[in-house]
């Protein structure tokens, strides 16, 4: 199975100020089409997940533009380019590649 | 509009059966894989089962060791997931999410989950 592992677990962050989340990957996610099957969630306090970045770097519908997916390899991350009070949460990864799919274990993001 | 609402959860004894209903709107059902994802309370998200958008394929984590069941009657836009010989720790919120392709992909829409609870 693939595993992942994300770091930090959790992220103090203040506001206007830029964050990462790291999640690495015990095997590449990288498909026979060029594209990693790699996503980012959050699960924002009391909602249900949602998708944030999908194959590695591409922004889902409605997503701002402050939110950013970049690696390669065995190593992804997530920037927020400034942090708004509105993106606390949980971040998640998840590999769609090989099944059994896998999520990491979630980095809780707040604010300080 | 994608709309995804499950149900069917609620307080079941260990050993005993429970399936998950999962009514989908707002999309072509037929032409998309669905994901059950679960939650146990205060825990992150974990993936348990995915089946391909005609139902020829189905796949399963690990720990599911057989006792559940994903299937769909596309003719009723409607996935569920019958789950068997319950234990404790199959306790969480269960959602039902829609892949981006016919075949499994990323998850680009989620239900609000329903709440399975296994206890005597």
């Known amino acids: 199975d693939i595993v992942l592992t994300q770091s930090p677990l959790t992220l103090p962050v203040t506001p206007g100020e830029p964050a990462s989340i790291s999640c690495r990957s015990s095997q590449s996610p990288l498909h026979d089409n060029g594209y990693n099957y790699l996503d980012w969630y959050v699960q924002k306090p009391g909602q249900s997940p949602q998708l944030l970045i999908y194959?590695?770097?591409h922004r889902a519908s409605g997503v701002p533009d402050r939110f950013s997916g970049s690696g390669s390899g065995t190593e992804f991350t997530l920037k927020i380019s400034r942090v708004e009070a509105e993106d606390v949460g949980v971040y998640y990864c998840m590999q769609v590649l090989q099944t059994p799919f896998t999520f990491g274990p979630g980095t809780k993001v707040d604010i300080k | 509009q994608v709309h995804l609402v499950e149900s069917g959860g609620g307080v079941v004894q260990p050993g005993r059966s429970l399936r998950l209903s999962c009514a989908a709107s707002g999309f072509t059902f037929n032409t998309h894989g669905m994901h059950w994802v679960r939650q146990a309370p205060g825990k992150g998200l974990e993936w348990v089962a995915v089946i391909w958008s005609d139902g020829t394929n189905k796949y399963y984590a690990d720990f599911v060791n057989g006792r559940f069941t994903i299937s769909r009657d596309n003719s009723k836009n409607t996935l569920y997931l019958q789950m068997d010989s319950l234990r404790a720790e199959d306790t969480a919120i269960y959602y039902c999410?829609?892949?981006?392709?016919?075949?499994?992909?990323?998850?680009?829409?989620w239900g609000q989950g329903t709440l399975v609870t296994v206890s005597a």
């Open positions: 999410a829609r892949g981006h392709d016919i075949l499994a992909g990323f998850l680009d829409n």
């Open positions: 194959l590695g770097s």
